[in-house]
Nanobody, 120 residues
Framework: QVQLVESGGGLVQAGGSLRLSCAAS????????MGWFRQAPGKEREFVIG??????KYTDSVKGRFTASRDNAKNTVYLQMNSLKPEDTAVYYC???????????????WGKGTLVTVSS
C-alpha cells in the first residue's frame, strides 16, 4: 500500500498564491504518476493537474496559473497555485496511479485532502 499525505492548504485572498505538498510513503516500487484533483462544495471531484511518464497534464481552468513539480528522491509532488480565484476553492486531493500508468481516470491511491479557500 501507498499512503499519500497532503499539506499546505489554507485561506488566501483572490490573486494570491499557495503551495501544496504531497508526500508518498509505504510500499513504493516503480514509477508512480502523481497529481491533484479537487472537489468544490456541491460538485464532483475533478482532475486538476498530474505528472506521469508521458508528461504533465492540466485541466484548462488552471493553465497558466497552476504548476506541478515532483521530487522523486523524496516521493513528493508539489502544486504551486498562483493567481488564485474564488472558484478555486475546494478540497484538494493528492492522487497516485498504478505503477507506470498515465490514466488519470483510474486513480489507485488517494490522500485525505486539504482545504483551500480563496476569498474574494
Amino acid at each position: 500500500q501507498v499512503q499519500l499525505v497532503e499539506s499546505g492548504g489554507g485561506l488566501v485572498q483572490a490573486g494570491g498564491s499557495l503551495r501544496l505538498s504531497c508526500a508518498a510513503s509505504g510500499r513504493i516500487s516503480g514509477y508512480y504518476a502523481m497529481g491533484w484533483f479537487r472537489q468544490a462544495p456541491g460538485k464532483e471531484r475533478e482532475f486538476v493537474i498530474g505528472i506521469s511518464w508521458t508528461g504533465t497534464k492540466y485541466t484548462d481552468s488552471v493553465k497558466g496559473r497552476f504548476t506541478a513539480s515532483r521530487d522523486n528522491a523524496k516521493n513528493t509532488v508539489y502544486l504551486q497555485m498562483n493567481s488564485l480565484k474564488p472558484e478555486d476553492t475546494a478540497v484538494y486531493y493528492c492522487a497516485a496511479l498504478a505503477p507506470y500508468s498515465s490514466n488519470w481516470s483510474d486513480v489507485r491511491y488517494w490522500g485525505k485532502g486539504t482545504l483551500v479557500t480563496v476569498s474574494s
